[in-house]
DNA sequence: TGTCATGTATAGTATATAGTACACATTTAG
DNA sequence: CTAAATGTGTACTATATACTATACATGACA
């Protein structure tokens, strides 16, 4: 199960198809790595790459950070950061938001922007 | 400013002062570390351990896993898949609760834990 | 006063993470 | 038809992570 490596590497052909920056090598140019690491990447041969390239990632192919990240395995740090200073509350709050659907959280972002408190 | 280390330390000597199990070697014995590993630990010598092991020091010690996990800089694996499972969703509303006080945090999870959906 | 438990210093290890470097065969374009 | 660009196979590498193993000095206590 490579999500990842199937995942860019179907997003990048798209995106190929109307631009020919979005060939292996150049990508891998823009995000600074090798063109072999990316191509071992793409195909699943090693693991999603760290953050900050994951990133430079998602930037480059126009895609969400965190569902990349996401597909990597991975959360964000500043996520982390955030219920790292108030572990209890946010590791509550996560748990209990575990089993519920969509809207309902979707209502309580709305309901915080909001700025109710 | 090693804080695990510290906080563990005095939370270990404080449980001593009841109980003489709560002395280095025989708390390592039970997490099965070796002491000379714990004592580092304790002393930031070395980073803070592994998740696993970082929860058996908090059973041990009976301290909120959460709470000891966030002091060694880490974020529970579990709460990472929930964040994983639903990243744009689960991101958005951590950073929109980032600023929100605790009050209105519990407020909500209170909401949520009543069924309200 | 000896022995038993305690904490620690030192040295070393296995595994994972996150890549680079280079050569090579294949496509593509002028 | 050839020069450039493309994707990939192979072989390394540096650094971090998460510890173990052994030996030793110190203090308690019976």
Redesign the interface.
């Known amino acids: 199960m490579t999500q990842f490596g199937n995942h860019i590497r179907t997003r990048r052909e798209d995106l190929r198809k109307q631009d020919r920056r979005f060939s292996l090598r150049q990508v891998a140019h823009r995000i600074e790595v090798e063109p072999a690491y990316l191509s071992k990447i793409e195909r699943g041969d090693v693991a999603p790459p760290s953050e900050a390239t994951t990133l430079k990632l998602a930037r480059d192919l126009g895609e969400?950070p965190?569902?990349l990240?996401?597909l990597a395995?991975?959360?964000?740090s500043?996520?982390?950061e955030?219920?790292?200073?108030?572990?209890?509350?946010?590791?509550?709050?996560?748990?209990?938001?575990?089993e519920?659907?969509?809207?309902?959280?979707?209502?309580?972002?709305r309901?915080?922007?909001d700025g109710?408190?």
Chains 1, 2 share one sequence.
């Open positions: 969400d965190d569902v990240l996401a395995g991975k959360v964000s500043d996520l982390q955030i219920i790292r200073k108030r572990p209890r509350l946010f590791a509550d709050m996560i748990r209990k938001m575990k519920a659907p969509d809207h309902a959280i979707l209502r309580i972002v309901e915080v922007r109710e408190w």
